[in-house]
Nanobody, 124 residues
Framework: QVQLVESGGGLVQAGGSLRLSCAASGRTFSSWAMGWFRQAPGKEREFVAAISRSGATTYYADSVKGRFTISRDNAKNTVYLQMNSLKPEDTAVYYC?????????????????WGQGTQVTVSS
């Protein structure tokens, strides 16, 4: 089992940057692949990025590729999402999630545990 707590959300102007953090506790952090998802009002939760257990492999949704970077620090039990060149359409609640696999999946049901989410609002 693992507990996940996101932080770092907020209000930012278009073109700005934010860094989200997700702190994990419980079972050994390096045994989980990690992912970030987001959910805008009235929309389904969608995949943003994933990172393998070791951090060597990463995946991104096309909509964020080149702007967002996922990383992890297994010594600090934390996964990050650096978001640059933010757009109003990036506005959503962002969730981190843990996948009991070597490589993180792209589907919501691939993941076993979820954080409570952090709000990101990008103004135009």
């Amino acid at each position: 089992q693992v507990q996940l707590v996101e932080s770092g959300g907020g209000l930012v102007q278009a073109g700005g940057s934010l860094r989200l953090s997700c702190a994990a506790s419980g079972r050994t952090f390096s045994s989980w692949a990690m992912g970030w998802f987001r959910q805008a009002p009235g929309k389904e939760r969608e995949f943003v990025a994933a990172i393998s257990r070791s951090g060597a492999t990463t995946y991104y949704a096309d909509s964020v590729k080149g702007r967002f970077t996922i990383s992890r620090d297994n010594a600090k039990n934390t996964v990050y999402l650096q978001m640059n060149s933010l757009k109003p359409e990036d506005t959503a609640v962002y969730y981190c999630a843990a996948d009991d696999a070597i490589y993180g999946g792209r589907r919501v049901y691939d993941y076993d545990y979820w954080g409570q989410g952090t709000q990101v609002t990008v103004s135009s």
